[in-house]
């Protein structure tokens, strides 16, 4: 089946440091998708990429889609310590079922104030 | 706006006993629906999806059944939980291939 690697699987940093994270897949995606969770809670949708290539911002994080649509980037600057939680990626493929997502295993976030 | 709804939002339940999760959504229609179940080790599991009323897809073979009885509605169920079948279990709509949204998700604990 499909695969998403994403890395780092943890990352601790400083407050106010900028954060970058990536999945990379196996096959060719369509969408790629990234989420985060809080604890306890349930994942939440940041930013959602259509197109090869595309840059997106949401405040101060940025997605891009990559040329090969085989890989993503999520970049966050000036970390603040409500950043905190599990980051996913999540990729729709071209071909097939269109109707499900496969994730990446997320990223761990720890912020120190 | 769209809206999807759990419950109950945490569950103790002993070995064996039944389980009966639900999830509606609110504000679409002929949404596709999806059950996750999340482990401590934090990967999304995807259990169940469903395109339609009645229409029910399963992703991993286990002690756990999926129904869908109306449009915005589907219920996780098992008839004797084990103790592996802990964990959160998540709740998610699309429309067709559109982006998915997350449920807030309950958390089952069987002991």
């Known amino acids: 089946g499909q695969q998403l690697n994403q890395s780092p699987q943890s990352m601790f940093i400083q407050e106010g440091e900028d954060v970058s994270m990536n999945c990379t897949s196996s096959?060719?995606?369509?969408?790629w998708l990234w989420y985060k969770q809080d604890p306890g809670e349930g994942p939440v949708l940041l930013i959602a990429?259509?197109?090869?290539?595309e840059l997106t911002s949401n405040g101060r994080l940025t997605a891009q889609f990559g040329i090969t649509r085989k890989d993503s980037f999520l970049n966050i600057s000036a970390s603040i310590p409500s950043d905190v939680g599990i980051y996913f990626c999540?990729?729709?493929?071209?071909?097939?079922?269109?109707?499900?997502?496969?994730f990446g295993k997320g990223t761990l976030l720890t912020v120190n104030p | 706006s769209q809206t999807i709804h759990q419950w109950p939002a945490t569950l103790v339940q002993p070995v064996g006993s039944p389980l009966s999760l639900e999830c509606t959504v609110e504000g679409t229609s002929n949404p596709n629906l999806y059950w996750y179940r999340q482990a401590a080790g934090r990967g999304l599991q995807l259990l169940f999806y469903s395109v339609g009323i009645g229409q029910i897809s399963s992703e991993v073979p286990q002690n756990l059944s999926a129904s869908r009885p109306q449009d915005r509605q589907f219920i996780l169920s098992s008839k004797k939980l084990l103790l592996s079948d802990s964990g959160f279990y998540l709740c998610a709509w699309t429309r067709g291939a559109d982006t998915q949204y997350f449920g807030p998700g309950t958390r089952l604990t069987v002991l």
């Open positions: 999540a990729g729709r493929n071209s071909g097939g079922s269109n109707y499900k997502l496969t």
């Open positions: 096959s060719i995606f369509n969408t």
């Open positions: 990429l259509y197109k090869a290539g």
